[in-house]
């Protein structure tokens, strides 16, 4: 077991991709970002760069820390060049089944063998991902939050198969790049998104139901819950169509209705209003702020 981690191959260069590579180099990992799209590395490497900007600017980092984490950064096209030498493979791709089991055969076929293979899904089963690999003993899960470089928790997430040798190095590898780890089980939606998704899907019912408005309701949850986002502006900042399907996984893995998404939810992504990155969800993002929205779509 690989037991000097230096090397750290990320896959998949969006939002969660780019903010784990930032937290890896800025604790002195060699890096590498790996997309297909030349255009998301380019993307992900400006982002990075203007969050660094924004922690030297808050005098959390120097001006040299953010020029020494930008040039440990590597890029790469090449998912089978890129994880050749990786002792760690952080997998941050699109949230889809298919997807990811061809990735993590693809990585497993390329890795050195004593390599760590870790997933940052939000509600994929581990156990299943490693069942794609070779090696089922070093799969686990490593999930980050958003936005990355500021939430202290990594929910790392043990599959049938995992060794303690593994997970205690990634408890260790997590606290090595400021985060705090918690370990859990590998059962749908782990523990954020079990507690989670229920509770900006209730959210979604009582603006469906008519018991108050999404000003109001988010209002409630900040004020009188000390949450730092309302549950409506959360679910917009995640992704409607992210939450949707957690909700789905939720259903069906527990076989329970009481996890079917809102039906208000469901018209949302289909009509293609997924939240921030669509610009607009219960909120108006198209000026560039969170701004109220009075739409149809609200009305049953
Ligand atoms: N990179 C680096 N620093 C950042 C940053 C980024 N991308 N985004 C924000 N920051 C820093 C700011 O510089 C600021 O630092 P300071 O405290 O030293 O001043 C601090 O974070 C707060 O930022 P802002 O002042 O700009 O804004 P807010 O005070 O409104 O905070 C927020 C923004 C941190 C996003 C806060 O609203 C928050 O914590 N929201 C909840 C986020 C959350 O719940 N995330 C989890 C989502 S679930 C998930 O990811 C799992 C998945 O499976 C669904």
Avoid: W
Avoid at 97 to 116: C, M, S
């Amino acid at each position: 077991m690989n037991n000097t981690i230096q090397k750290v191959t990320v896959i998949g260069a969006g939002t969660m991709g780019n903010g784990i590579a930032h937290v890896f180099a800025m604790s002195g990992f060699e890096v590498t970002l790996v997309d297909i799209s030349k255009d998301a590395l380019e993307r992900a490497l400006d982002i990075i760069a203007k969050n660094l900007t924004r922690m030297v600017k808050k005098e959390k980092i120097t001006a040299e820390d953010q020029e020494k984490t930008l040039n440990s950064i590597k890029t790469e096209t090449s998912l089978s060049d890129a994880v050749q030498s990786a002792d760690l493979v952080v997998e941050a791709a699109t949230e889809n089944v298919d997807l990811k089991l061809k990735i993590f055969r693809d990585i497993d076929a390329n890795a050195p063998g004593n390599a760590i293979l870790a997933t940052n899904t939000s509600s994929i089963s581990i156990t299943k991902i490693a069942a794609a690999t070779k090696r089922p003993g070093q799969v686990i899960g490593m999930h980050f939050f958003n936005p990355v470089p500021v939430m202290k928790l990594v929910e790392v997430i043990r599959g049938l198969e995992t060794t303690d040798t593994v997970t205690q190095s990634i408890m260790q590898l997590a606290e090595k790049v400021g985060k705090v780890p918690v370990e859990v089980n590998d059962f749908p939606g782990f523990i954020s998104n079990r507690v989670l998704m229920p509770m900006i899907n209730e959210a979604i019912y009582s603006l469906y139901e008519g018991v108050a408005g999404v000003a109001e309701i988010d209002t409630v949850m900040q004020l009188g819950m000390a949450h730092p986002m309302g549950p409506l502006h959360l679910a917009d900042f995640i992704g409607l169509d992210v939450c949707m399907y957690i909700m789905k996984v939720l259903e069906t893995g527990l076989g329970n209705p009481k996890y079917a998404p809102c039906p208000l939810l469901v018209k949302m992504v289909d009509a293609g209003k997924l939240g921030v990155k669509s610009g607009e969800g219960f909120y108006d993002y198209s000026q560039g702020v969170k701004q109220k929205r009075v739409s149809a779509l609200f009305s049953k």
